[in-house]
């Protein structure tokens, strides 16, 4: 593992432990806005940024930072699943560089997996094991991420015979699309990290990750199409005509 993935990933470790002591404290989850937060991701953020900044103060955090290389960070990616005890969220941290996504982690505190990627060396999950996107899929008999429900695109899929699921973490989507789980995963106003991260463990599995225009996928808009080949060309047009 990389040096920089590998603090990377100490500080979420950190991070993650605190967030899996406090899943069963609904104390500690408060509601501001239309938007469901807790102050276990709040806190869990700091922890990151602290450890973050002992290693690397000339770093920088958030899209909006002009250092060379940034962390993007995702205290709990499926907030909405936390705050409702239900045990499928997860970490996420990404390091930029120039707009492109270098290291990538994703941390899932109650299954103890952790899944990390840097650019140009492969991407395993725990540790070990190094993950591959299910390379013979194809829409039929795919399982397929969705984010949000499209009734047109849910039609089309079940019509070529995939089935599909809203798990509420766009990041463990993309992991489990790196890791055969899942087949595929189509993203639409998606956290920016997790999409970040996300398409750097997909792509690093062997998989293919765009925009519904088959461009580079825009962490910033947070909207992706990702998946084995296979399954991704099968995929694509019928997201861009969804969501063109």
């Not at 060379?68 to 941290?93: C, Q, Y």
């Not at 766009?170 to 993203?187: C, I, K, N, T």
Request: one cysteine or more.
């Amino acid at each position: 593992m990389q040096a920089m993935a590998a603090m990377g990933l100490r500080a979420v470790r950190g991070a993650a432990r605190e967030v899996a002591r406090a899943f069963d404290r609904p104390d500690l989850t408060e509601l501001e806005g239309d938007s469901t937060f807790t102050n276990v991701e709040r806190d869990a953020e700091r922890e990151i940024r602290a450890s973050l900044s002992q290693t690397y103060p000339e770093h920088g955090f958030g899209p909006e930072a002009t250092a060379e290389f940034t962390w993007w960070i995702k205290a709990i990616d499926g907030s909405e699943n936390f705050a409702r005890n239900l045990p499928h969220f997860a970490l996420v941290l990404v390091c930029m560089q120039k707009g492109q996504a270098q290291h990538a982690i994703i941390v899932d505190p109650m299954r103890n997996e952790e899944f990390v990627a840097s650019r140009g060396s492969g991407c395993r999950m725990n540790g070990a094991q190094l993950m591959r996107v299910n390379k013979d899929a194809r829409l039929r008999n795919a399982i397929i991420a969705l984010c949000s429900f499209r009734p047109g695109l849910t039609r089309a899929l079940e019509e070529a015979g995939s089935d599909t699921r809203q798990t509420g973490s766009a990041a463990l989507d993309l992991a489990y699309v790196a890791s055969g789980r899942l087949d595929a995963a189509v993203l639409a106003g998606a956290d920016a990290s997790a999409v970040a991260a996300g398409s750097l463990l997909v792509a690093e599995a062997g998989g293919l990750v765009s925009d519904f225009d088959g461009g580079t996928a825009n962490a910033a808009w947070g909207n992706a199409v990702a998946g084995a080949r296979g399954v991704f060309r099968e995929l694509l047009p019928l997201a861009r005509k969804s969501y063109g």
